[in-house]
């Protein structure tokens, strides 16, 4: 007969009982980030010629505007990389795709508001961006913001590691906005023709998350003390150099009350990793080659008594079946500064003398003797050998078969 059920607290569970380890919690998934989501009246407007860009940019009022450019990727190894193809720029309440790859010149209103140091442009990592920008268009870009220095420059606790190591937008968005930018194919698409639906969204989506962020990490800079530097994060790009904000010093990323916190913990071994003993005999562990170019390396090989660079220890071999070194032999020959001279060597045995090294030389053949030419043998050819005419072995190469007669001694 089974007992009936009881109910058990949790302090009397047993071992076997608590020892059950919770399934891990699955990851997060966040929502796709949409500018039409979170600012709802936005306009969107994708700009194709010179004409319409300074028409909307003389429109444009805003003093903070998320900044991202976009190029056609490039595929080979080797080669340069595209010029840029597009130009993003988003506001509160409009967002601006200038299609410039599209157009003849690039426009004069677009490289005014880029070179105004009263406007803020918010991107990530875009040092690069600005840099390329005057490489393929001529144009500077003033008063940019990085915004994963600033990031890391209010928001210190959370962040850590070396200060000028970006972070990736869609990771800032899922941290201060728990939503996710869409990341695939459309990414690596072709940005020089024309746009479809898709590219318009993924390109108002990055530009539009710039200034979101820009907002929300401001207001977070009230909370920090000492107060944010402007320099800290923000640069001018002249010419293709950076430059500290309306000065003329060169910039770089640096925060002096940044703490990186511990260094991060050693790789751990990969399995494919091999430990080889070095030849010297000190036991010292060096790694090998990785992967598939993994290749083991052959095991030392025993040294000889005789060797210049015999460790003394190491394990000794059978002699060698050659004869002795004689007695002008010099072990360590190779590291002295004078050899013996041939006159100092003597000989190891009648008959034979040996050589720098010790090993028996044979004794010189004498002269070759000096070519004479031989008679050619006469060959009769039919008859019997006497008075007549007399033929000759007919000639090879290129005289071949052409004999010629000879007449014979008469006796």
């Given amino acids: 007969m089974s007992s009936p059920p009881t109910s058990v607290s949790s302090e009397g569970m047993s071992s076997a009982e608590t020892d059950i380890t919770q399934p891990e919690e699955p990851p997060r998934v966040y929502d796709l980030y949409s500018y039409t989501i979170k600012s709802p009246n936005t306009r969107l407007s994708y700009i194709q010629t010179v004409e319409a860009a300074d028409e909307a940019i003389s429109r444009l009022n805003a003093k903070v505007l998320g900044f991202d450019l976009e190029w056609r990727p490039n595929f080979i190894r080797g080669n340069p990389e595209n010029p840029v193809a597009l130009v993003q720029l988003a ?32 991107g990530v990592g875009i040092q690069k961006d600005c840099k390329k920008l005057f490489m393929d268009h001529g144009v500077d870009t003033r008063n940019c913001v990085d915004l994963s220095l600033l990031a890391r420059t209010v928001d210190n606790k959370r962040w850590k590691g070396k200060y000028a190591n970006p972070i990736g937008l869609s990771r800032l968005c899922e941290t201060y906005e728990e939503m996710t930018l869409y990341k695939g194919k459309v990414q690596i698409s072709n940005w020089e023709k024309p746009l479809d639906s898709r590219q318009q969204e993924y390109a108002a989506n990055d530009s539009h998350a710039g200034l979101v962020l820009y907002n929300r990490l401001v207001a977070m800079a009230a909370d920090v003390s000492p107060v944010p530097h402007r320099v ?10 950076l430059y500290q904000p309306s000065t003329g010093i060169m910039w770089h990323a640096y925060n002096p009350y940044y703490d990186p916190g511990p260094p991060p913990p050693p790789r751990p071994p990969r399995p494919d990793d091999e430990l080889f003993v070095g030849h010297d005999g000190s036991g010292r562990p060096f790694r090998g080659f990785r992967g598939r170019h993994n290749r083991t390396r052959p095991p030392p090989r025993p040294l000889s008594p005789t060797a210049p660079n015999f460790v003394p220890g190491a394990k000794e071999h059978s002699p060698s079946p050659s004869p002795s070194p004689g007695p002008g032999f010099l072990p360590n020959h190779r590291y002295q500064q004078s050899f013996p001279r041939a006159s100092e060597v003597r000989a190891a045995s009648s008959g034979f003398s040996t050589d720098i090294d010790g090993f028996p030389r044979l004794p010189r053949s004498p002269a070759p003797r000096q070519w004479q030419p031989q008679p050619r043998p006469r060959v009769f050819r039919g008859g019997m050998p006497g008075a007549g005419p007399v033929h000759s072995q007919a000639g090879r190469g290129r005289g071949r078969g052409r004999g010629y007669a000879v007449a014979a001694p008469t006796g």
């Fill in 91 to 122: 506001s509160e309440d409009t967002i601006l795709l200038i299609h410039v790859a599209l157009m003849p010149t690039f426009p004069e209103k677009l490289k005014g508001l880029l070179g105004d140091p009263d406007v803020v442009k918010a």
């Fill in 232 to 241: 800290w994060y923000s640069f001018d790009t002249i010419c293709g150099l």
